[in-house]
């Protein structure tokens, strides 16, 4: 079984008492994702999230919690896939947007996210990572 290891991050800012979240709109494929990318030779998977945001969006975040999401899902191409998802505090908030990758990038509230994103288990990894911050969400 051939198995690709991603990383990536729900990453939060707080705007006017409001959570949004960062988002991407992926060119290959359109899909609404959180942005994401391939683990490098002898990279962690927290190092790779932290990078992947960053050169997808030019998001600096911290981790904001110990809870980890991991989503697996076989590939239209046969491969297993592994995506690890943290939750992250925005350092910055000005998005810029990695052209060869990403169609858009923005910042989203709660139900926006629940209702762009294009895959459900990505939506299940959300609504996990989000559970302490919901108190103040609704």
Do not use: C
């Not at 800012?13 to 990318?37: A, C, E, R, W």
């Not at 191409?77 to 908030?93: E, P, S």
């Amino acid at each position: 079984m051939v198995k690709e290891v991603s990383a990536g991050a729900v990453v939060y800012t707080k705007v006017d008492d409001q959570y949004l979240f960062l988002m991407i709109q992926n060119k290959n494929g359109n899909h609404f994702s959180f942005p994401k990318g391939h683990v490098e030779k002898n990279e962690s998977i927290m190092d790779t999230a932290k990078r992947e945001v960053s050169e997808e969006t030019g998001i600096l975040y911290e981790i904001a919690s110990n809870k980890m999401e991991t989503i697996t899902y076989l590939m239209p191409t046969g491969i297993y896939k592994d995506v690890y998802y943290f939750l992250g505090q925005a350092l910055n908030h000005k998005i810029t947007q990695q052209e060869s990758e990403v169609l858009h990038a923005g910042w989203y509230n709660y139900d926006q996210v629940l209702k762009y994103l294009t895959y459900d288990n990505d939506k299940i990894a959300f609504i996990k990572l989000t559970k302490e911050l919901n108190k103040d969400i609704k």
